[in-house]
Every structure is written in structure tokens, then in C-alpha cells.
Nanobody
């Protein structure tokens, strides 16, 4: 059984930082592209960042480029999202997702999802 479990969300002031983690089990982690997506109230789920299975390529949404960093540890089967210079518009539920093989920005192409972790940026 495949499981993805996010942690690290919370309330932070604008300009602050958070680090999200996603622990996985039940899949051959090193063969999956790992992505982070987010969904704000009343909006569709949107792409945030993704890292190739090999860890040698990363891609970011324009809205987070330069502020967020995705990383993975294939030995520990985990993926992380370091979020700096947070803005109120970053407020959303953040999800990690896994897709075998190549990466994608489309949430519909990901096979496995975590339950999400809430990030709230507010003063």
C-alpha cells in the first residue's frame, strides 16, 4: 500500500519560512518524480514544484521561483519543500504527489497523493 504523509505546515507571518516534508512508503521512491501542489479555498489545485526521480532536475511555478526549494532524499524516501519569503497568497493546503518516470505540471497525471498540510501566511 502506497502512503504519502506530509508534515510541517502551520501559521507563519509574511516574510517567514516553513519547511514541508513528505514521507513515503510502499513505492520504489527512486523511480518516481515527486511534486508539490497546493490548493487555496475556491481555487483549483495548482503546481508548485517537482523534482525528477534522479534528483538532477527541478521545476518551479513562476509564482514561487526563487523563494521555494524542492529536495529529495532517495535513501530516506522523503521529499521536502523549503519555503522562504512567504506571502499571504501562498496560503493553501499543500500536497505532495508521486508520478512514475518523467515529471509533469499536471496534477491529473500523478498517481499517488498525500492528505495535505495547511499553510497559512498571515500577520
Amino acid at each position: 500500500q502506497v502512503q504519502l504523509v506530509e508534515s510541517g505546515g502551520g501559521l507563519v507571518q509574511p516574510g517567514g519560512s516553513l519547511r514541508l516534508s513528505c514521507a513515503t512508503s510502499g513505492l520504489t521512491f527512486s523511480t518516481y518524480a515527486m511534486g508539490w501542489f497546493r490548493q487555496a479555498p475556491g481555487k483549483e489545485r495548482e503546481f508548485v514544484a517537482v523534482m525528477r526521480w534522479s534528483g538532477d532536475s527541478t521545476y518551479y511555478a513562476d509564482s514561487v521561483k526563487g523563494r521555494f526549494t524542492i529536495s529529495r532524499d532517495n535513501a530516506k524516501n522523503t521529499v521536502a519543500l523549503q519555503m522562504n519569503s512567504l506571502k499571504p497568497e501562498d496560503t493553501a493546503i499543500y500536497y505532495c504527489a508521486a508520478r512514475p518516470g518523467t515529471w509533469s505540471r499536471s496534477p491529473g497525471l500523478y498517481n499517488y497523493w498525500g492528505q495535505g498540510t495547511q499553510v497559512t501566511v498571515s500577520s
